[in-house]
């Protein structure tokens, strides 16, 4: 029995004497610690001062935002970490009191593609990968042929949304339709259901999907894209959160684009940031919606292209095949 | 032999071509000044303008790094920019052509002035011209301030101008005043142009069916349009005269497109009891089943015997 009671050995040791030791021991053992510890620090501390006092500290070249070579010492750097999960949760719940409206109109639009060509720049996308196509329309033999750029419509009633089986579609509270492509299975349920084809599925790897490895993906610009996913237009919410005019509204050179608030009955024009209220504009120029008859109540709304200034040249799409 | 002259007239008719894309600006343009003398803090306002709003086509002065357009945007050092005219380049800035956009609804005629006081920067020949009537002691009447309120009998928004003159405020009369309201992308011109009165007012008719926030306040913006006169002069004020508009999130509804928990409450009930129903059914007739077999297995006291 008593042999257990002392592992190290002490075994004709009573009790009190027995405590006394391990008090003993303890202390010393502290006291050893301490000095060890007093040591380390010191000797931390110094080399410190000693790198503190060096006088070339280890510098980097920097290319800071504003195109200045500055040099920062190497241990001064702080990688940016951009939070993927904020990014989502922003994404997923939209602009508070907002409800966004685009308004083209037809009038304007000579197909100069430059709408096009910025969105495709800044959602990485290929020079055939349309998140607005720009369509050559012609209702009858004898009418006027005219362009139409044919954005995501953005539908408060989205049929898309309905029929996603993974939730990785949905309408935030200020109107946009969203795809989140980290959720997206590729299934294509959705393709079948929008009725204004505004879909696009990465058939074969993304445009920059080497140089955008690693990103974090912020699924307000769908970027980085990913191969076997869906990409649509996003009315480019990453822009609306700056309070910003879409890539598409400030690029157009000939004003077909007005953005804005339904909340505030407000529209801008992108070429000339003219505003303007939505309803009167809708109602002098006899603005409609596409497809309205569908119920999908569309986001976007067109004004009829009446009083064209300038001949319709039925070119070619200069960028119609993949290079 | 044919086809060099062919080529040669091709290459006159290029020429011709390119020639006809002069951007003409108006004679009355050309001419016109900057209001005030340009220095340093013009300079450094303008360099913050041009960095928001033109370096991005524009590139660095100086570095000749526009973005790749066609025609490509001139370097603000180069001798293309600075052969214009002080007018000139303001008529330019603010018309816009082609790739190139206007800003005259964006910037002020005073911060165009200033991105072209930043732009001569970069010019050491440059001599400043200014303005002619303004040189007597730059504008005419200075430190105009302006005050927004609201008429409410009348739905009128009144902006009173006032300015320090001889030690006295004094209502400032005839100036022409621009009222916005500040929306989401811009600013939404409020009735049009007004000059104020021998009191310094200027009145504008309000629009009754213009949505506020929630509580109905919508922000005001009251500027001056000739700022070779007056100066530059703004007021920004927030007033409770829009109509107050609270509009539900658009996902707040219950819909066949909404999340799980947004999911109809008819359809919620219909899936549920067809669930139900369809397992039930399946019990009920393996309790059936199992009743027939069990009534079959017990002994017939009859058939026993």
Known sequence: ?323 | MIKRYFSLLLIVLISLRLSAQVWVVPAENELRKSPFAFDDASRKAGSEIYNASCKSCHGEPGKNNPIPLVPPPPDFASVKMQSNSDGALQFKVTAGRGPMPSFKNTLSATDVWRVISYARSFNDKYVQEVSKSSEAGGASVQNVKIQISWLKDKNQVQASLSAMKDKVNQPVAGAEVKLFAKRYFGNLLIDEARTTDALGNALFNFPADLPGDSAGHVQLIARLTNEAIFGEAKADSVLIIGVPTYRPPLNEQRAMWNVVSKTPIWLLLAYTIAVLGAWGFIIYVFLQIRAIFLAGSKKDPDSAE
Request: a neutral charge; glycine letters at 6%; aromatic letters at 8%.
């Open chain 1, 1 to 323: 029995m008593s042999h257990n009671s002392n592992s190290t050995g002490h075994d004709h040791s009573g009790r009190e004497e027995d405590n006394q030791n391990s008090r003993r021991a303890f202390f010393k053992n502290f006291g050893l610690l301490g000095a060890v510890a007093a040591a380390g620090g010191a000797a931390i501390y110094s080399g410190y001062k000693y790198e503190e006092s060096k006088p070339g500290h280890d510098f980097v070249k920097v290319l800071t935002s504003d195109n200045r070579i500055v040099e920062v010492p190497r241990d001064q750097i702080k990688d940016i970490r951009v939070d993927v999960d904020k990014l989502q949760k922003q994404g997923r719940e939209g602009l508070k009191g907002h409800r966004f409206v685009m308004v083209i109109d037809l009038a304007k639009c000579r197909n100069a593609r430059k709408c096009i060509s910025a969105c495709q720049g800044a959602h990485h996308l290929r020079p055939y990968e349309y998140h607005i196509n720009t369509l050559v329309m012609q209702e009858s033999e004898h009418t006027a042929p005219y362009f139409m750029p044919k954005p995501c419509q953005h539908c408060d009633n989205p049929p898309c949304v309905a029929v996603c089986p993974v939730d990785a579609t949905f309408k935030r509270q200020d109107g946009i339709v969203l795809i989140d492509n980290e959720r997206c299975i590729g299934c294509r349920f959705c393709i079948a259901a929008c009725p204004y084809s505004a879909r696009l599925f990465h058939w074969e790897e993304p445009l920059m999907a080497e140089a955008d490895k690693g990103k974090p993906y912020n699924i307000e610009l769908n970027v980085p894209q990913r191969k076997g996913t869906i990409t649509k237009c996003l009315f480019s919410s990453d822009r609306l959160r700056e309070g910003k005019l879409p890539y598409c509204v400030s690029a157009c050179p000939n004003g077909v684009y007005y953005f804005g608030d339904e909340n505030q009955d407000a529209v801008t024009n992108g070429t000339t940031k003219e505003t303007f209220r939505l309803s009167e504009l809708l109602r002098v120029n006899a603005g409609y919606q596409l497809m309205a008859e569908l119920g999908t109540k569309p986001r976007v709304y067109y004004l009829p292209p009446k009083n064209r200034l300038f001949e319709f040249k039925d070119e070619k799409d200069p960028v119609q095949e993949p290079t």
